[in-house]
């Protein structure tokens, strides 16, 4: 197995790159989280016309250009490099894998292509007020699993609820759990943005009244549901990954140019130690990362454990060199104008949403048999 990039995936990341440099600066990322929608229906445009991010994993038949997971794996992690303040994970990795992987082809047929082409935004609604994210969670109740389905109740922390023009739904109907799809401007639907620590990614409360529905999928108790959200982890490491690299760099180089006693502070003992620190937890995220994604594109047996082992791993080792960059910087990095806190915040919501790492470790356990 080769564990390096190939260089059209180093392309790749360049591209990205210098795409996102320009349209998600700080001064963007802080203007945008300002804001209600969160995003800048722009640039969110120039990525699915002039980059192609949002097709990158949809197959090539409806409209997507087939990409695999090691390749969206690359992108997010450029996002999360870059804190890109836009409806990319919600859309593409939680409600676009919900669809293409559910087997109901009109479905797939009428709704991947809106997604490729980057006019529909879309989410999964899965969480409640109980925060679960396990079958035991899942309360909201359907009509049906037939023609004319409706929903009644409530969804928590929907990411981009906000702004979603589609959403994937989990409710119970007929004495099992089933996914729904409902058009953002359906009857009975409403909405409210919840005040959230990360303004960078918009999270909303989303409230169901007899709201009609179309039946997705039956998810097989849970399990299937279970797969999109193993799916949803590794995807959110490899954005982890692109954070902390950041911030570790950010760190370094300020080790190198802050000055005190008239030394570089870098070459105390103690700032030595967290950089190095840094260094193999961030080596050791991206090893997590790069191989939970290979085994997300070959949807392989490993994916359930390696899903968890990467989701509790890197969300401690970003939110730790979040931590670590804002003691490295001293007072200056406790302030409002410095990013080091848009990462902090990043990496703590990160590593609470779909179960923090006390419960991906659980998980784990249960998962290779312990």
Same mark, same amino acid.
């Given at each position: 197995?080769?564990? &390096?990039?190939?260089? =059209?995936?180093?392309?790749?990341?360049?591209?990205?790159?210098?795409?996102?440099?320009?349209?998600?600066?700080?001064?963007? !990322?802080?203007?945008?989280?300002? %804001?209600?929608?969160?995003?800048?229906?722009? !640039?969110?445009?120039?990525? &699915?016309?002039?980059?192609?991010?949002?097709?990158?994993?949809?197959?090539? =038949?409806?409209?997507?250009?087939?990409?695999?997971?090691?390749?969206?794996?690359?992108?997010?992690?450029?996002?999360?490099?870059?804190?890109?303040?836009?409806?990319?994970?919600? *859309?593409?990795?939680?409600?676009?894998?919900?669809?293409?992987?559910?087997?109901? =082809?009109?479905?797939?047929?009428?709704?991947?292509?809106?997604?490729?082409?980057?006019?529909?935004?879309? *989410?999964?609604?899965?969480?409640?007020?109980?925060?679960?994210?396990?079958? =035991?969670?899942?309360?909201?109740? +359907?009509?049906?699993?037939?023609?004319? +389905?409706?929903? %009644?109740?409530?969804?928590?922390?929907?990411?981009? @609820?906000?702004?979603?023009?589609?959403?994937?739904?989990?409710?119970?109907?007929?004495?099992?759990?089933?996914?729904?799809?409902?058009?953002?401007?359906? *009857?009975?639907?409403?909405?409210?943005?919840?005040?959230?620590?990360?303004?960078?990614?918009?999270?909303?409360?989303?409230?169901?009244? @007899?709201?009609?529905?179309?039946?997705?999928?039956? %998810?097989?108790?849970?399990?299937?549901?279970?797969?999109?959200?193993?799916?949803?982890?590794?995807?959110? +490491?490899?954005?982890?990954? /692109?954070?902390?690299?950041? !911030?570790?760099?950010?760190?370094?180089?300020?080790?190198?140019?802050?000055?005190?006693?008239?030394?570089?502070?870098?070459?105390?003992?103690?700032?030595?130690?967290?950089?190095?620190?840094?260094?193999?937890?961030?080596?050791?995220?991206?090893?997590?990362?790069?191989?939970?994604?290979?085994?997300?594109?070959?949807?392989?047996?490993?994916?359930?454990?390696?899903?968890?082992?990467?989701?509790?791993?890197?969300?401690?080792?970003?939110?730790?060199?979040?931590?670590?960059?804002?003691?490295?910087? @001293? /007072?200056?990095?406790? %302030?409002?104008?410095?990013?080091?806190?848009?990462?902090?915040?990043?990496?703590?919501?990160?590593?609470?949403?779909?179960?923090?790492?006390?419960?991906?470790?659980?998980?784990?356990?249960?998962?290779?048999?312990?």
């Amino acid at each position: 197995m080769n564990f &390096a990039f190939t260089e =059209e995936q180093e392309e790749l990341r360049s591209f990205i790159r210098s795409f996102l440099e320009e349209k998600s600066a700080e001064a963007t !990322v802080r203007e945008l989280m300002d %804001t209600e929608d969160g995003y800048d229906p722009a !640039v969110w445009s120039q990525m &699915a016309e002039q980059l192609g991010l949002q097709s990158m994993i949809i197959p090539e =038949e409806y409209g997507g250009q087939g990409f695999g997971y090691v390749e969206l794996g690359i992108a997010l992690e450029e996002m999360g490099r870059s804190l890109l303040c836009a409806p990319f994970f919600s *859309t593409v990795v939680l409600a676009g894998n919900a669809i293409m992987h559910s087997g109901n =082809e009109d479905a797939k047929a009428a709704l991947l292509p809106g997604i490729a082409d980057g006019s529909t935004i879309a *989410t999964l609604a899965l969480a409640e007020a109980n925060g679960r994210w396990d079958a =035991e969670g899942v309360t909201v109740e +359907a009509t049906g699993t037939g023609d004319g +389905a409706s929903i %009644t109740g409530e969804k928590m922390f929907v990411t981009d @609820g906000g702004t979603a023009t589609l959403f994937v739904v989990a409710a119970r109907a007929d004495g099992g759990i089933h996914l729904y799809t409902v058009d953002g401007d359906a *009857t009975g639907l409403s909405r409210e943005n919840l005040s959230t620590m990360d303004q960078t990614r918009k999270q909303a409360r989303i409230t169901f009244d @007899g709201t009609p529905a179309s039946h997705l999928c039956d %998810t097989n108790d849970f399990a299937y549901i279970s797969e999109i959200l193993d799916l949803a982890a590794v995807a959110l +490491a490899n954005e982890q990954v /692109g954070g902390a690299q950041f !911030v570790m760099d950010m760190a370094v180089q300020y080790a190198k140019d802050r000055v005190q006693f008239g030394r570089p502070i870098g070459s105390f003992q103690a700032i030595k130690h967290k950089c190095a620190d840094m260094l193999l937890e961030v080596e050791s995220a991206k090893s997590a990362a790069y191989y939970g994604a290979w085994c997300a594109s070959e949807m392989n047996d490993e994916l359930p454990s390696v899903a968890s082992l990467a989701k509790a791993y890197c969300s401690e080792a970003y939110f730790h060199c979040a931590a670590e960059n804002i003691q490295i910087h @001293g /007072g200056i990095g406790f %302030t409002w104008e410095h990013p080091a806190h848009l990462y902090f915040k990043r990496a703590k919501s990160s590593e609470l949403i779909f179960g923090d790492p006390a419960y991906h470790r659980e998980l784990l356990a249960q998962r290779i048999g312990l």
